[in-house]
């Protein structure tokens, strides 16, 4: 290994190999399948299997799952909670249904409508994202929970994805590229499908003009703050009603919790409502260049 301890958070937070792989859907069976279909959207709670590096490294199949998940909640009556986690599985099969019969999903748009959009591959933008230096908590602490764990949880992957391509316009392959480099669970084929479904891009995607508030998505899906607590420590002695956007809090309110924004904490790097609107032209400028073609 080498000395410089850099994998210190993908360590203790792992444990490679068949047995950690079953241990954890253990854990997940005692633990997270009975409020799966509610707790899978908040990422503080326990609420998900993890199991995705250890699919992604087939030191568990699919089928293991589904047979011990079945066997273990037999006349637990959770059915809808067992029905979700199965239907999160199938779009891993679809996802690498997807890349075999279109492997260029992995760099071109599936949509090719997209490939008129204008992005814009502002690098001091992309490192500002990619280091967690957004001024977004829920945002910051998806990326630098990716950066310190290898794993980011999903509903934060779709946020974090979102203003990426949304409101900094920012190509999702420059996004995937960063996901691939690090993330343990990193797979040519879900990566590519769920890039592609947040950019709008892939099959079945969110809709383009579907973005994503980050601070309406932080308040709701952790509104007490405690997921951005664990990964943005600066911002740990400030108030649930302020962590969402400390940016638009009045700087003397957000210093009396010993919090200097622009120097503890990063200003917001965009205006969410000038960078949505900004998108939106662009989306529909696109379809006009298209129809006009
Ligand atoms: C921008 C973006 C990039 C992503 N990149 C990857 C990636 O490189 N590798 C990866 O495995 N997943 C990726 N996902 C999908 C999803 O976020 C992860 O599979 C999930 O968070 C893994 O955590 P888990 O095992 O606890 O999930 P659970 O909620 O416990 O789900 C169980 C399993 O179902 C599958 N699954 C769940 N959601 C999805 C999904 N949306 N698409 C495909 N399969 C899914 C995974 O195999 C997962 O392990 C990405 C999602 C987004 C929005």
Not at 162 to 172: A, G, R, Y
Not at 252 to 258: C, D, L
Request: hydrophobic share 40%.
């Amino acid at each position: 290994m080498p000395t410089l301890n850099w994998y210190e958070g993908i360590a203790s937070n792992w444990s490679p190999g068949e047995r950690g792989a079953q241990e954890r859907l253990d854990s997940f069976i005692q633990k997270g399948i009975e409020n799966y279909k509610v707790g899978r959207d908040f990422p503080a709670l326990n609420s998900v299997s993890r199991q995705s590096p250890h699919l992604h490294y087939g030191e568990i199949s699919p089928r293991q799952i589904l047979h011990c998940i079945a066997k273990a909640t037999q006349g637990m009556q959770i059915e809808a909670n067992v029905a979700h986690f199965q239907k999160e599985l199938a779009w891993r099969e679809f996802s690498y249904s997807l890349l075999y019969y279109f492997p260029f999903i992995t760099h071109r748009n599936l949509n090719q409508k997209f490939d008129h959009f204008p992005w814009v591959e502002n690098e001091a933008l992309l490192r500002l994202w990619q280091g967690g230096k957004t001024g977004f908590p829920i945002i910051d602490a998806g990326m630098r929970e990716l950066w310190h764990t290898g794993y980011m949880h999903n509903r934060v992957r779709m946020i974090v994805a979102s203003f990426l391509v949304k409101n900094l316009c920012i190509p999702w392959q420059l996004g995937a590229k960063w996901f691939w480099d690090c993330l343990l669970d990193a797979d040519l084929a879900n990566n590519s499908a769920s890039w592609q479904w947040v950019a709008g891009s892939g099959a079945d995607a969110a809709p383009y003009f579907r973005i994503f508030n980050p601070v309406i998505q932080s308040q709701k899906f952790d509104p007490d703050g405690n997921y951005i607590r664990s990964y943005v420590p600066e911002l740990s002695s400030c108030p649930s009603k302020l962590i969402h956007d400390p940016g638009s809090a009045s700087p003397t309110e957000i210093r009396k919790h010993g919090i200097i924004l622009g120097n503890d904490y990063p200003l917001p790097i965009v205006d969410l409502k000038e960078t949505r609107a900004a998108a939106l032209t662009a989306y529909k400028n696109m379809k006009e260049t298209i129809l006009a073609a």
